[in-house]
Every structure is written in structure tokens, then in C-alpha cells.
């Protein structure tokens, strides 16, 4: 075989792209050569200079010419070539794990005597339009919708036909759960069923976009980005105050906030010119870091640990690149050096500082870091107003300097404590005083610090006829004005520029060059006036020209709906990630993004509408061979929901969700003692929430880190405590008792139970309308009959409810 | 050959192929097609394992806080003549100290050393039970680690890392070795009180979560949701769990999804371990003897533990891969000399008696026993509270540059010392086993290869060891 005949029918079938392997395929830099490369070689010979051997780097093309690694044209006279097959053990690379295969080596060869041409790796290159959308851009068949024509394409080359059109009832709930999180309710299907045309499911999919339900559906993901969470975590796991944020996050998404903006906002609202408080809140998103505040760390360790944080949480969320192997040393597989890697730090180290060191060592540290207040309507806004006014006027009326008071102290010590130990103090009396620490009257008065003489002077104006109305008021003020404007979280920056280090190893006491902001060079140049601060960075990453955004965006919005990325890590587009099963595709979709200006709905819509969204789930068992993770989508998705819509679907379906939107976190019941099981908090009894905030979406949950609600960890929630991209998606017989034996559950069951009883009509029409609340479609006779004879056999509705709660198909987008 | 009736998992292989490297993760592949394929097959024969296997499985007790080296396995008969003095500087300066500042006074110990056994292993008088057992241990006393704080430390200890977000051991055993029965998870977690980096100690981190620590509560319900709802019988729950099964597979004739199957297979083992789970926590079928020899009807302190070592032996005995016990309590900062023998003297009882049930069973020679805290205790003394700076009375702050700890069986070497550190107690001066070295080598005694045990997570093979750990293959028999 000649150099010349590999050349031509390289072209040849690279032009057909992916096509079925045969025999003697010419070989794709990107596809064939650089897994290899970067897999088995970059490790000791790739970008990163401190561990790079020989000097030979294999990751630029002139540097592995230059070495001798490669003589295009020539396999037999490369480097690398001789090394990876000598039968030296001394001598072949790599020096550990397993030899090259024989078919990677001919690869290798193939493509040296092709001349080695590199190839920029696609996702650092922009997205391109595509023919194949232009092609039939007037065509009104069904197969209108560009992302059918990309996935019809592929099938075709596998020699595979798509699936059938899902039925209407199974389709509408599929979208619903997508769209909203949540079920159709059974009158939504029998509409939809008797006109299921192209038009009205059009209508339908913009009636759930429009839906308020819309933002608290895919808030789920994002949050799970943000690593938002309502405590600390680590030891204490004190609580904190991050829910505006979560609520301005569903509001974002109910808005259709362009994702520029979404970006911007919550990057850098506060740099934005005269921000609202909106943006400010925005900017929680990288507030919500978790923070070690325990005994023996350093306040500039803390620091040092979430600005690392904030930056590997950007990289991942924005960029699919995984900043943080550069935090140490240069990235091993990607190109970026670790002085970029603290150039990007660089942006987010001009924060004022967010964490003190309190009490008399370093037992713990506290935020210190910028906050505002937040109301949840007008009128607590209004009412905010007020409250200060009031504070004064109770103020003014107490004379904390009359001397009748200071007078009387220490008869009022004495009397006190007697009275307490008489156990004759009303309990009411002594839990407000034992709060104000009143611990502190059994201390001599000679043996007490300055502050501990304060601290008995105020319980004494507390306790005293004469002042005590008004200190107690100007307490419940001051709580009142806690529960109306509660403070959260945001970001702020010091008014003049801070320097930053580069860190050696990584170490924060060990800082060595200086560095300015800037961005990895592989990517776009930011534009000449851009701000070299937060603001800067988050346009930058937004920026026509960041050729990574959109398409991360956009796959991860796709991963969502079809359950697998077209990139399968949307966490890491970088040069070890598999290569995209439709490359065209992704990069169509990232320019339709762009082009209608950063519209998620309009992308969603986009999605939803393909026929290929709409297929049947169906698999048959030679598809499901030939591709069982759905990768080419022959047929539609089908997975299990995420844990916090497992228990939105079971409380609709059941009929005990609380639609209530928005607010403080609630508490839902969960085993007992969960709180009493994280080490050293100061907080470990569990306030369940009373009434409907019982049977709030699961969004709303209050998500302490140090030990999560149950029923979202068992179905693959996590603690949030790092940056979460994608979750896993596991099937456990733990899921299996907590679906039938959770008290909440079980609570669902019985007011399913009540409504299936209360349902008009034989048993069997009951059992039919239960079934379809719980899967939207009717049963089948054997279904029926199943059901039927469970209920006969106990003669109870509750033994039904269960089993419909607990299906495959009532846990799974079908 | 697959057909539609056998419930392949295709998600997780999915996931497999994509995280575990192929080929050498073959060792985590074998089990991961068997566990795969439902949750009948629970077959332990197929593992392929790097080398063979000396251990099959681990209980690792960890004393919450950090043993002091010097007051119980690494006895410093020089301190005693540094006592009230500080340490030469230039063995401080420099270090990191979490509430002491490095001119502190040096304190001696006020116990008695002696060599116990036949092999003459060296322990202080806190441990008499132990010391009937002693020819079945090694004493590492060069055990090295990176962080001075407990949530740190404990993640270190048990992921190589000191935040968030790794797999621990456990769960890396898991993933590479799997269960040796399906009718229960094959790493358990028992505590008597939280460690501090809470369920960050047993997390998966980034392997899927089934591979996590699962945390079996104190009594007789180790884990949630076991009981049925009030008023259902086991007789009614079977029948809505048949329900469930046809329903589910008519579900599957429509959608051949084999997620459908695999959890037909969940929802009876739920069902079977409504039964097991319990019964498996029902220490009182143990006879009498037994439960005297680990102290399980004790009332003191050390009774939760007691339990706890004996679960863990039941556990072990029905092919668990991985129990995890925290014990809490070894934090002295303060009161050292009152606080340090009540906590040695909670655990030294049920920790010879696990030794020995182990052993009269057969089960010592392939389970490695672990035994220690996330780092050791300074030579130097602490007098005051961090938190308010009050007076106490004397104790030692956290150090990380030595401390020790003991295995037994499971291929380790029996009455054998191992390391050493310098006259105070404060470094180590020889055979270094930092946490890499420690957990790179129980690794190859469970026949894994730690440099070979990876998962691709962000576009990079990750492992127990991260980029170090060296075998210390002196302390294998």
C-alpha cells in the first residue's frame, strides 16, 4: 500500500465521516490519533513542563518534530514509533500499564506517513454552521426541524430507522415532566388526545413554557451547578442564608433570562453600573461555596480553598474545561500552564474579605463578607421601611443611663439568682434572660471582663420594670425585621485591584510570580477596553467569539432532556473528553442559541418540537445491542427522574402538593436525628415544617450539607458540596424501601387511597383513573386485571395506591 | 449473548466504560457484570484481582481525634527529660500546629511501657486486652499525613485528599472488589458518634454512588425505611411487591427498557433485606459467651463500640467487603491523663475480642483489621482552650508529622514493628508510611495494584493514591 493510495481514500471517506469501519480507513487526527497521544504520551510529554521528560513534547507538532518524536512521512525513522514496539521493557513507552495494540500502532504509523498533520481539538475552535441544516432549510416535510435532519443522518449510516411517533398521552406527559417537572393531570391528556396535531402539541409545549413551574423544574440542574445549599458545610455546618438567590434562580429561568445575561449577572451583577438588588443576589451563585470553618484552619487557607473553588466551578459550568489540574502544576492534557490557571484565579481574587477569625483564638471563623437584605413582597419592603423609625422611638423612651437602675444592680443580681434557684423565675422569664446568656450573674462581679460587666447590664435593663417593655420590643423588632429582610449572601470587590501569586504546588503559604488577570491563551483574546475584574471575565465568556459557552450550554440543556450529552462529559470538553456523537448538530445548536439571543426557552422549545424528541421509547432488543445508551436516538428518551422530582410526581399524583412558590427553605419530615449526626453543629434538632410546606417541591428543601434529606440523596442527589454537572443515576433496592416505606410516602399512598375510593364508578373505572393519574396512559387489560386482583385480595385501596406510586413508569420519563 | 428476558444494566456498564479504564479496570469489570446482571448474582469467583489477594476484606476502626503516639504505641523515655522544656527549635520551626505555637513545653508520659507477647511488641498499660493479642499485630509507628484539622484529617485519611469530593477507600474497595452478597451492601459504615467530616467520610466522591458507604444505625433497625407502614403485614407487602414485579414487567414488554428488570431485582431485594437487615443486627442471637467477650451488655462508654466490632464481624461473616467503625472521643486537647484511659479503655476490650473471634473462626487470616486515628497528638502540651482561652489542664494539640496505628491479619505480618520516630515523638526518622504508603499498601494486600485501580473523572484517570503511594512490603507476611 502506497503513502499516496492512504491519502486519497483518507479523503474519501473523511468526507463521509464516521462512517462503519473497514479495513484500511484513513486515519482522523482528532478521532484516532490525539486519544492516543493525550491518553498514553502527554502524561510525561505533553503540555505540562514540570513533569515533561526527555524534553520531548508531543503535543505540538514542530516541538515533536524538532525532538525527532516524529519525521513526517517516515514511521520508521519516528521516535516514538521505535519506542512503543521495542521488546526492550526497559525501553518502551509508556514505561507503565499496557503496550500499545498493534492496531493503535498502525494508526500511529498511517498518520506519520501521511505527513502527521495536527488538528486544532474541535472545541477550541468556534461552532460552524453546517450544510446539512441549510440544505433543507425550506423543506416543510416532517423532517422540517434541523435537529431531525443531523440525527436522521447518522441513522442512516448506521443503517438504523427512527422510531414510531410516542402516543399522545405518553408523549404529553414525557414533555410535561421535562418542561414543568411535573405530571398532566388526566383532563390535560383527554384534551390533548383528541386533537394531538402538530399545532396543538406546539400549543401545549408553550403553555408549559409558560408556566411558573417552568423555573422550579430546571432550576433542579442549575442549582446543582451552583452548589447551592442552605449550611456551611464541613464541621459546624452552620446554616446560612442562600434561598433569594435560589429564588431569583427560578425567576431567571421563568423570565427567560438571556443566558448572557443570566451569565453576567450572576458572575459580576454587583460590577454592573448602579445594580439592583436583583443582581446582587444573582451574584450568590458564587457565594454558596462550602466553607471550612473548623478549629484549626486559617483564615487565608478558607480564602484560598473557595477562590479555588470558584474558579474550577466557572471552568467546568462555562468553559467544560477542568481548570483545576492546573491548580498545582501545568494541565496535563489540555494546554493550559499553570501561571494561566492563576491568571484566571487573578479575577476572582479581588473579592473583599469574606471570613473572620472571632473570640479569643481560632476556634471559629465567621462570614464577614458583603450581604443584603431581601424581601420576599412589597409590602415587607414597605414594612422595612418602618421598622428603624419604631426602633428609634422605643429608643428615645429608654434611658438606659437612669441611675435607678444602675443602683439597684446588685440587689436585682441577688433577687435573681435566688429567685431562679427558688425556681420561682417564670420559665418564660429565664429562657429569654439564659439566651441574653445570663449564665454570666454567677460570676463574681470583681472576676468579670469589660464585656461580661455589658453583657449584666443589659440583662438588668431586660429584667427592669422600668426599661424592660422596651428592650423587649425593640427584640421583636429586630426579629421582625430578621423574618422580613433576611440577609443573603453576595459578591463584592476591594475598591482598589489586589495582587495575586502564583501558588507553588498549589500551597497558598507558599506564593512565588506575580500574575494579572487573563484568560487561557488557547481560547479568544478578550476585547481591548474589557475590565480586568469579574465583569470582565463574564464577558469574556459570553463573548462571540468564545467558541466553548454556548456549545456547553446547549449540551447540557440537551443531556437534560435526551438524558445523555452529546458530548457524554458536559463537565470537560477538553482533550482526554469522547469526541461529540453529532458534532454537527452541537455546533448548530450552540449557534441557534446565540442567534436567538441566548434563549433557553427557545432552545428547549427547539428540542421538544424534533420529531426525534417525540419518538417512541421503545427499544427493540437488536437496537438495544446495537446502541444501548440511546447515543444515535432511534428512539426517544427514557429515564428515571431526579430524586426531588420523584417526589414532586408522587405528591401530584396523590394530590397532596403544595404549589406554593418561593420563600425560605422548608422541612419536610425524614428520620429522626439526622441533624443530630453531623459532629459539631450547633444546630441538630430538625424543625419540621407544619402544614402545607410538608408537600413543597423538593426544591424547596432545606439542604443542610453535613446530612441531606434522605429521599433526594437515595436517588442520586448529592451534598452539594462541590460543583455537580451530572449526576448518576442508580437503581437500589435502598430507592425501593424509601419509595415504600418513607413516611411520606406512605402519607401519599393514603390520600391516593382516599381519592381512588372517592373516584365515581365500578372498581375497575376507579383503578383505570388511578392508573392513568400515575402514568397519564390507560392500562392495559392485564395491567387492570393486576390491579384488580391485589385490591380484591386485601381489599384496600392503600395496597394499590402503593403499587402505582412505586412503578417503573411512575418513577421514569417513558 | 443478551437477550430482552435478562436484565442488563446498561446504564451502569455505560458508566463503567466511560469511567473505568478499560483492561486494567478489568478487575472492577468482572464484578461490575456480574452485579449487573439484577441482583441474583452475587458470585464472588470470577474476581480478577492484580495479584492474588492475601485479604478479603477490611475493618477499619478509626479512633476519632488522634491517639497520642507517645501515651500508647511509641513509648519516648527522652521526653521525660524535656518535660516543661520546648522542644529544640529547629525541629518545630516551621511546622503547622492547629492550636499551639511550636515554643510550647514539651510533656512527658505518665504511662509504663513493656514488651507484651511472645514477639514483644511494645504498648503502654492502657491496653490490657490488646496485649494478650499482641503477636497477631504489627505497630506502624512512622504513619505520616498532610492535614492538621479533623474534617481534613479524616478525609485525608480515608481518600488520599483533604476536601470534598474524593472516593474513600471503602469505596474504592467497592468498586474494585464489589460484595460477596447481594442481599447486602458491600461497604458498611458503623459509628457510637459522627466523625467530623460527616458522610464525607464514606462518600463514593466521584465513582457512582452505589459504591457509597452505607450507614448502619445503632439497634435493631440498622437502616431506614425498613419497617413496613403501620398496619401492613409481610404478607400484604409481599403482594404489593408481586404487584409491582407484573406490573413492572408488562411496563417492560412495552418499553424493553432494562432498567425495568434491574429494578424488578431491587424491589425483592428490598423485600429479603426487610428481613435480613434486621436479623443480621440481632446481637442477641449471639450466645452468651461471645457477647462477654467483646462487652456487649457493658453500660460504659465503650458499649456502642462493643456492638459495633461484633456487628462488624457478622457483617464480615456474610461477605461485606468493607465495615467502617468510627469511635469516637480521642481529641485530648485538654485533660489528656483522665480522658485519653476512659477512651483506650472503651475500645481495648472489643478490640482484642474481634482479634480473637475472628481468628477462632478462620476469618483473621483474610480480614485486614485496621486500627487508628487521621493523625497523632504533639509531644508538646496544650494548657488552654482554643475557644475561650481558658486554663485547662494538660493535653496535646493535633500533629500530622508521625502517629500510629496497628493492623492484624488479613496478610500482615504477626508481632512485628514497624518504623520509627525520634527521641519526642515529634518526626519520623525511619520507614516513613505516609497515608498514600498506608493505603497503596492495604490495596495490595486486597490484590490491587493502586496505580492500576483508576476512574476517568474530568478527563483524568483518578486513584486511591493519587499520584503516590509506595507498598510497604515489609509489613506483609
Redesign the interface.
Known amino acids: 500500500m502506497t503513502t499516496r493510495f492512504f491519502q486519497l481514500t483518507g479523503t474519501l471517506v473523511a468526507a463521509l465521516t464516521c462512517g462503519i469501519s473497514h479495513g484500511e480507513e484513513a486515519v482522523d487526527f482528532s478521532d484516532d490519533i490525539r486519544p492516543i497521544l493525550s491518553g498514553r504520551c502527554f502524561n510525561c510529554h505533553g503540555p505540562d513542563a514540570g513533569s515533561r521528560e526527555a524534553d520531548l513534547r508531543l503535543d505540538i507538532r514542530d516541538a515533536a518534530i524538532e525532538a525527532g518524536g516524529i519525521v513526517p512521512g517516515n514511521p520508521d525513522e519516528s521516535l516514538i514509533i521505535e519506542r512503543v514496539i521495542t521488546k526492550d521493557r526497559y525501553d518502551r513507552m509508556p514505561p ?3 503496550a500499545l495494540t498493534e492496531g493503535e500502532v498502525d494508526k500511529l504509523r498511517r498518520w506519520i506517513e501521511a505527513g502527521a498533520p495536527y488538528e486544532a481539538h474541535w472545541a477550541y475552535v468556534k461552532p460552524k454552521a453546517s450544510a446539512v441544516a441549510e440544505k433543507d432549510g425550506d423543506d416543510t416535510s416532517e423532517a422540517s426541524n434541523p435537529i431531525d435532519l443531523f440525527i436522521r443522518q447518522r441513522l442512516e449510516k448506521a443503517d438504523l430507522e427512527p422510531a414510531p411517533p410516542a402516543d399522545p398521552a405518553v408523549l404529553l406527559r414525557r414533555v410535561s415532566l421535562d418542561i414543568i417537572g411535573l405530571p398532566p393531570t388526566p383532563e390535560e391528556v383527554k384534551r390533548f388526545e383528541k386533537n394531538p396535531s402538530k399545532a396543538n402539541y406546539e400549543r401545549e409545549v408553550d403553555r408549559l413554557l409558560a408556566s411558573k413551574h417552568f423555573g422550579e423544574k430546571w432550576a433542579i440542574s442549575w442549582l446543582d451547578l451552583a452548589r447551592y445549599a442552605d449550611s456551611n ?3 459546624h ?1 452552620d446554616l446560612r442564608t442562600m434561598w433569594p438567590y435560589r429564588d431569583w434562580v427560578v425567576n431567571a429561568f421563568n423570565n427567560d433570562m438571556p443566558f448572557d445575561q443570566f451569565t453576567i449577572e450572576q458572575l459580576a451583577g454587583d460590577l454592573l453600573p448602579n445594580p439592583t438588588t436583583s443582581q446582587r443576589i444573582a451574584t450568590g451563585f458564587h457565594r454558596n461555596v ?1 466553607t ?1 470553618f ?4 486559617k483564615v487565608a487557607e478558607v480564602r484560598a ?1 473557595v477562590l479555588h473553588d470558584r474558579v474550577s466551578t466557572t471552568g ?1 459550568v462555562w468553559l467544560g474545561m ?1 481548570l483545576e ?1 492546573a491548580q498545582c502544576h501545568d494541565h ?3 494546554p493550559i500552564s499553570q501561571k494561566e490557571y492563576y491568571q484566571f484565579y487573578a479575577y476572582f481574587n479581588q473579592a473583599i474579605p469574606e471570613f473572620e477569625q472571632k ?6 471563623k465567621f462570614f464577614i463578607g458583603e450581604e443584603v437584605p431581601y424581601y420576599a413582597s412589597p409590602a415587607d419592603a414597605r414594612r422595612a421601611q418602618e421598622i428603624p423609625a419604631e426602633i428609634a422611638h422605643e429608643e428615645a423612651k429608654l434611658d438606659r443611663k437612669k441611675p435607678i437602675a444602675l443602683k439597684g444592680q446588685t440587689a436585682w443580681e441577688k433577687s435573681f439568682l435566688a429567685e431562679r434557684r427558688a425556681k420561682n423565675v417564670p420559665w418564660e422569664r429565664f429562657d429569654a434572660m439564659a439566651r441574653r446568656g445570663a449564665q454570666v450573674l454567677n460570676k463574681a462581679p470583681e472576676k468579670r471582663s469589660g464585656d461580661e460587666r455589658q453583657q449584666v447590664e443589659a440583662l438588668l435593663f431586660y429584667d427592669h420594670p422600668a426599661t424592660g417593655p422596651h428592650e423587649k420590643r425593640i427584640d421583636e423588632l429586630r426579629a421582625e425585621m430578621e423574618r422580613i429582610a433576611p440577609k443573603t449572601m453576595v459578591m463584592m470587590d476591594t475598591a482598589e485591584p489586589m495582587e495575586s501569586r502564583l501558588f507553588h504546588r498549589g500551597d497558598y503559604t507558599n506564593p512565588t510570580d506575580l500574575v494579572q488577570p487573563g484568560f487561557p491563551k488557547i481560547l479568544h483574546t478578550p476585547d481591548a477596553d474589557s475590565p480586568p475584574n469579574r465583569l470582565g471575565l463574564a464577558e469574556w465568556l459570553v463573548h462571540p467569539e468564545n467558541p466553548l459557552t454556548a456549545r456547553v450550554t446547549v449540551n447540557r440543556l440537551w443531556a437534560e432532556i435526551f438524558g445523555r450529552g452529546i458530548v ?2 458536559p ?2 470538553f ?5 469526541s461529540p456523537t453529532h458534532p454537527e448538530l452541537l455546533d448548530w445548536l450552540a449557534l441557534e442559541f446565540i442567534e436567538n439571543d441566548w434563549s433557553m426557552k427557545h432552545l428547549i422549545k427547539t428540542m421538544v418540537l424534533s420529531s426525534t424528541y417525540q419518538q417512541k ?5 437488536e437496537l ?2 446495537i446502541d ?2 440511546n447515543e444515535l436516538l432511534a428512539r426517544g428518551p ?3 427522574q431526579s430524586g426531588e422530582l420523584v417526589r414532586d410526581n408522587l405528591l401530584a399524583v396523590s394530590g397532596l402538593l403544595s404549589r406554593k412558590m418561593g420563600g425560605p427553605a422548608v422541612f419536610p419530615v425524614q ?1 429522626d436525628g439526622l441533624w443530630k ?4 453543629a450547633d444546630v441538630t434538632v430538625y424543625p419540621t415544617s407544619e402544614g402545607e410546606d410538608r408537600h413543597r417541591r423538593g426544591l424547596y428543601t432545606f439542604l443542610r ?3 441531606p434529606y ?1 429521599s433526594v440523596l437515595n436517588f ?1 442527589g448529592t ?1 452539594r ?2 460543583c455537580v454537572v451530572q449526576r ?11 419509595l ?3 413516611p411520606v410516602f ?1 402519607e401519599a ?1 393514603e390520600a391516593f387511597a382516599t381519592m381512588i375510593e372517592q373516584f365515581p364508578g365500578e372498581n375497575c373505572d376507579k383503578v383505570t383513573r388511578a392508573f392513568q393519574r400515575a402514568a397519564a396512559r390507560k392500562p ?1 387489560d ?2 387492570l386485571e ?2 384488580l386482583s ?1 385490591y380484591h ?2 381489599n ?1 385501596w ?2 394499590v395506591a ?2 402505582l406510586l ?4 411512575t418513577i ?1 420519563k ?1 | 449473548m ?3 428476558s435478562q436484565p ?8 463503567f466504560l ?1 469511567g473505568g479504564t478499560l ?2 479496570g478489568s478487575l472492577a469489570l468482572s464484578q461490575l457484570l456480574q452485579q449487573d446482571v439484577g ?1 441474583s448474582a452475587s458470585s464472588p469467583t470470577g474476581i480478577d484481582t492484580h495479584f492474588a489477594p492475601k485479604a478479603k476484606r477490611v475493618i477499619f476502626l478509626h479512633m476519632v481525634g488522634g491517639p497520642s503516639q507517645m501515651d500508647t504505641f511509641d513509648p519516648k523515655p527522652e521526653l521525660d527529660k524535656w518535660d516543661g522544656k520546648s522542644l529544640p527549635a529547629e525541629l518545630t520551626r516551621g511546622q503547622k ?3 499551639i505555637t511550636p515554643d510550647a513545653r514539651a510533656i512527658k508520659s505518665p504511662y509504663s511501657f513493656a514488651p507484651r507477647g511472645d514477639s514483644g511488641i511494645i504498648m503502654s498499660e492502657l491496653f490490657p486486652h490488646l496485649a494478650t493479642v499482641a503477636d497477631e499485630l504489627t505497630v506502624v509507628r512512622s504513619m505520616q499525613t498532610n492535614e ?5 484529617g479524616e478525609l485525608f485519611l480515608h481518600t488520599g485528599h483533604g ?3 474524593r472516593p474513600t477507600f471503602g469505596a474504592w474497595t467497592s468498586y474494585g472488589l464489589g460484595s460477596e452478597n447481594s442481599d447486602l451492601p458491600s461497604f458498611v459504615v458503623l459509628k457510637d ?8 467520610a464514606w462518600s463514593s466522591g466521584f465513582l ?3 459504591y457509597q458507604g ?1 450507614l448502619f444505625r445503632t439497634g435493631d433497625k440498622p ?7 403501620h398496619g ?1 403485614s409481610r404478607q ?2 409481599g ?2 411487591v408481586g ?2 414485579k ?3 414487567s ?2 417492560f414488554d ?7 428488570q ?3 431485582a ?2 425483592e ?2 423485600y429479603r ?2 428481613t435480613s437487615v434486621p436479623e443480621l443486627a440481632d446481637l442477641a442471637s449471639e450466645p452468651e459467651h461471645i457477647r462477654k467477650l467483646y462487652g456487649v451488655d457493658q453500660t460504659g462508654p465503650g458499649a456502642d463500640f462493643a456492638r459495633n466490632c461484633l456487628l462488624a464481624r457478622r457483617l464480615c461473616e456474610r461477605g461485606v467487603r468493607f465495615v467502617q467503625i468510627f469511635n469516637k472521643g480521642w481529641d485530648h486537647h485538654a485533660n489528656i491523663y483522665t480522658a485519653l484511659p476512659r477512651s483506650a479503655q472503651g475500645v481495648d476490650q472489643a478490640c482484642a475480642a474481634l482479634i480473637i473471634d475472628l481468628k477462632q473462626r478462620g476469618l483473621l487470616d483474610d480480614t485486614l483489621v485496621i486500627w487508628g486515628g487521621e493523625f497523632g497528638r504533639t509531644p508538646m502540651v496544650q494548657e ?6 481558658a486554663k485547662t489542664p494538660p493535653g496535646r494539640d ?1 500533629h500530622k508529622e508521625c502517629f500510629s496505628i496497628w493492623m492484624a491479619g488479613g496478610g500482615i505480618k504477626k508481632g512485628f514493628t514497624y518504623g520509627a520516630t525520634d527521641d519526642f515523638g515529634f518526626g519520623v526518622t525511619e520507614k516513613p508510611m505516609h497515608v498514600h504508603d498506608f493505603h497503596a499498601t492495604c490495596q495490595h494486600l486486597l490484590g490491587i495494584d493502586h ?2 485501580l483508576t476512574y ?1 473523572h ?3 484517570d483518578f486513584r486511591l493514591t493519587d499520584v503516590h503511594g509506595h507498598v510497604a512490603k515489609e509489613i506483609i507476611a
Open positions: 507503565k500499564g499496557k458545610g464541613y464541621q455546618d462550602a471550612n473548623s478549629g484549626g484552619t480553598q467546568q477542568t489540574c496535563k492534557f489540555d473570640g479569643v483564638d481560632m476556634f471559629r457524554a462529559t463537565e470537560d477538553g482533550m482526554q473528553s469522547p421509547s421503545k427499544a427493540s432488543p438495544l445491542e444501548p445508551a427514557r429515564f428515571r428520620p449526626d453531623i459532629s459539631t450539607r453535613g446530612n434522605p442520586d451534598n458540596s462541590t448518576g443515576r442508580s437503581n437500589t433496592a435502598v430507592q425501593a424501601l424509601n415504600l416505606n418513607d406512605v399512598a392495559s392485564a395491567e393486576t390491579l391485589l385480595k386485601h384496600s392503600f395496597s402503593q403499587v412505586n412503578l417503573d413508569e421514569t417513558s | 443478551m437477550t430482552t442488563i444494566d446498561f446504564f451502569k456498564r455505560r458508566e466511560r483492561g486494567i441482583a500546629f492547629a492550636f492538621i484539622n479533623h474534617g481534613s476536601q470534598l469530593g458518634a459522627p466523625p467530623n467530616a460527616g458522610p464525607g457512582p454512588s452505589k452505607t437502616l431506614f425505611y425498613l419497617d413496613n407502614p401492613v400484604e407487602r403482594d404489593v404487584a409491582i407484573q406490573m413492572n408488562l411496563a412495552r418499553y424493553h427498557d432494562p432498567e425495568i434491574t429494578r424488578i431491587q424491589y431485594l428490598a433485606m426487610q488552654h482552650n482554643a475557644g475561650t482561652g493535633h496505580e492500576q476517568r474530568q478527563g483524568r
